[in-house]
């Protein structure tokens, strides 16, 4: 069941992206469920779905420069570098930026991934304008650092905590 995921380009990165390398071994066996699961040090791995949608919401093209908000385990990422022309993911906790460093690009030897470890509530202000920001983690007030680095046209996806977590879709038009 798709539930309205009809970008070719995401279901193709989920048919080529194995799922289970990015979860712990004794979750393996769960990787494909559609729910949160755990991947150390606090942090969650989205379900399928949640991912699926709001890379969507991107609308990415081949040529799209893309700057990613918690790069956790490095599945999203992975999935966006099939995508897109370069990823640049942001990540907060040194251990799992270096976890995912060895799978995306020792392991699996990914080379349109930049990572950075750092507060991803400031973006990456060097590498910008991107076509597309994606953050994992909810917000209260969405960062206006963030707006300010994405190209005219260029949208930000973003989950934030208003009365319920829902997900929003910025375009920026204009400088």
């Not at 953050?135 to 905590?161: F, H, K, S």
Request: with cysteine; charged share 20%; glycine share 8%.
């Amino acid at each position: 069941v798709t539930r309205g995921i009809t970008s070719q380009a995401v279901i193709e990165a989920y048919r080529r992206i194995p799922r289970p390398i990015f979860v712990p071994e004794y979750l393996q066996h769960q990787a494909m469920a559609d729910e949160d699961l755990p991947i150390g040090l606090g942090q969650t791995l989205s379900p399928p779905y949640v991912i699926a949608r709001m890379m969507q919401e991107l609308q990415l093209t081949p040529e799209s420069r893309v700057l990613e908000i918690g790069t956790g385990s490095g599945f999203q990422t992975a999935m966006l570098s099939l995508m897109c022309k370069h990823v640049y993911t942001v990540e907060m906790l040194p251990e799992l930026s270096a976890r995912a460093r060895r799978t995306l690009v020792e392991n699996m030897g990914l080379q349109n991934i930049s990572l950075y470890v750092g507060d991803g509530t400031h973006g990456w202000s060097d590498k910008a304008p991107f076509d597309g920001i994606i953050t994992n983690a909810a917000v209260e007030d969405i960062p206006p650092a963030l707006v300010g680095q994405l190209r005219d046209g260029g949208r930000l996806v973003i989950p934030v905590n208003d009365e319920e977590q829902n997900l929003h879709v910025i375009t920026r038009v204009g400088f």
